[in-house]
């Protein structure tokens, strides 16, 4: 089974930017969904952006459109999430999911068998 690790968070002040990795432990199979999701203290899990490896195909919740991108280096097996204009409400830890076959609902976390361990990102105004 794939192993998904998160790097890359950390503390930014608003408007900052970053970058956050998510490197599987082996090949990811083009009929992939690979993507991001995060979790505030005391609030439910929210979509963030997802992949689709075979075609690129990129999906994004409208809190984060124009300001991240979903990008993908097969030859590293690792999907990024540039984050720019940050806000305060970015602030989260953000997890890395993977699923495998296509689905109706990129977005929908309950789709997402294999997640990483997560990755703090803090944003500060």
């Known amino acids: 089974q794939v192993q998904l690790v998160e790097s890359g968070g950390g503390s930014v002040q608003a408007g900052g930017s970053l970058r956050l990795s998510c490197a599987a432990s082996?090949?990811?199979?083009?009929?992939?969904?690979m993507a991001w999701f995060r979790q505030a203290p005391g609030k439910e899990r929210e979509d963030v952006a997802s992949?689709?490896?075979?075609?690129?195909?990129?999906y994004y919740a409208d809190s984060v459109k124009g300001r991240f991108t979903i990008s993908q280096d097969n030859a590293k097996n690792t999907v990024y999430l540039q984050m720019n204009s940050l806000k305060p409400e970015d602030t989260a830890m953000y997890y890395c999911?993977?699923?495998?076959?296509?689905?109706?609902?990129?977005?929908?976390?309950?789709?997402?068998?294999?997640w990483g361990q997560g990755t703090q990102v803090t944003v500060s105004s």
């Open positions: 999911a993977a699923r495998y076959g296509r689905t109706s609902y990129p977005l929908r976390s309950s789709v997402y068998p294999r």
């Open positions: 082996r090949y990811i199979s083009s009929n992939r969904y």
């Open positions: 992949i689709y490896i075979g075609d690129g195909s990129t």
